[in-house]
């Protein structure tokens, strides 16, 4: 099942989907940023290297960094650029 990305708007309640960032996906615990309940916007996708990752996990700046020093994360750029 593909992952779903959550978004947030940028700013006031009536705004268009062009201006809405996803939000961060982290649901890991044991991280020190949010344990596991991020609300931030999402910045990069990483991809896990210990199992099949078609899609990656879309994460803000600081669980991307607590997810890339745990070793099981890396950036996958390809995933970043918008489908044509």
Same mark, same amino acid.
């Given at each position: 099942? $593909? &992952? /779903? =990305?959550?978004?947030? $708007?940028? %700013?006031?309640?009536?705004? %268009?989907?062009?201006?809405?960032? $996803? /939000? *961060?996906?982290?649901?890991? #615990?044991? *991280? #020190?940023? *949010? /344990?596991?309940?991020?609300?931030?916007?999402?910045?990069?996708?990483?991809?896990?290297?210990?199992?099949?990752? /078609?899609?990656?996990?879309?994460?803000?700046?600081? *669980?991307?960094?607590?997810? &890339?020093?745990?070793? &099981?994360? =890396?950036?996958?750029?390809?995933? &970043?650029? #918008?489908?044509?």
């Amino acid at each position: 099942m $593909p &992952l /779903q =990305v959550g978004f947030l $708007p940028e %700013s006031g309640s009536n705004v %268009s989907r062009r201006n809405m960032k $996803p /939000q *961060c996906e982290c649901r890991d #615990p044991g *991280c #020190p940023c *949010c /344990q596991g309940r991020c609300q931030q916007r999402a910045v990069t996708v990483l991809v896990r290297i210990d199992m099949e990752d /078609q899609t990656g996990t879309a994460m803000c700046r600081q *669980c991307a960094e607590d997810a &890339l020093d745990s070793g &099981l994360f =890396v950036e996958n750029r390809r995933l &970043l650029r #918008p489908r044509k």
